[in-house]
């Protein structure tokens, strides 16, 4: 399992890892839209909560993984991306199914004030710009159509601050709680090409324990 605060690098590492190593992403959210678009049972009433505005429910979302656990061989290493969310999804979900390894990483919240409030979207496409590491061509214009750039106001750094304390009152239990299992492994820092050298050693130590195969 990867987790850590929104904005703090968990898509980059996860791609990353996937490219190394042997494992089955998977992503609440994209499993989630995937059943709501081919309507499945589970898609059906997952639907009634989303077009509510509500959250899903946790044995919802656990039921959700389960079903897509069933579909793989028992020799199928999973990345769990950002599951389980909360507290209670870890409990319920540890009864069903051990996480064996928990990434956190643990990124500075001023770092991901700056990389999230530096995000600029073309709002016509959804194309997205940061100053910091890939910035349009003309200031404050999208590249292919000169069109107008804009912030979103949850990008703006007072909302960014908000969204992560209210992140962090839902994670760090959860951080606590893997780490008393003794399955919690931490990663610092503000780079991502930094932080995966680190990640991925720690993996191949893994990987070799329990005789996995990476790519």
Known sequence: MITGRPGGGKGTISKKMLKHFDYHHISTGDLLRAHVREGTD?????KTFMDSGGLVPDKLIINLVLEEVKKLSDSTSLLLDGFP???PQ???FEEELAVDNVIFLNIPTQTIIERISNRWIHPGSGRIYAYDYNPP???GVDDETGEPL???D???????GSRLKGYDDLTLPLVAYYQKLGKLEEFCG????VIYPKVKAYLEELTTSTNLQAK
Request: hydrophobic letters at 30%; zero cysteines; charged letters at 45%.
């Open 85 to 87: 969310r909360t507290l």
């Open 137 to 139: 061509k003309v200031d």
């Open 154 to 160: 949850d990008d703006k750094p007072e909302a960014v």
């Open 42 to 46: 589970l898609g059906k009433e997952a």
């Open 190 to 193: 503000t780079e991502s090409d």
């Open 150 to 152: 804009i912030q979103r």
């Open 90 to 92: 870890a409990e319920a």
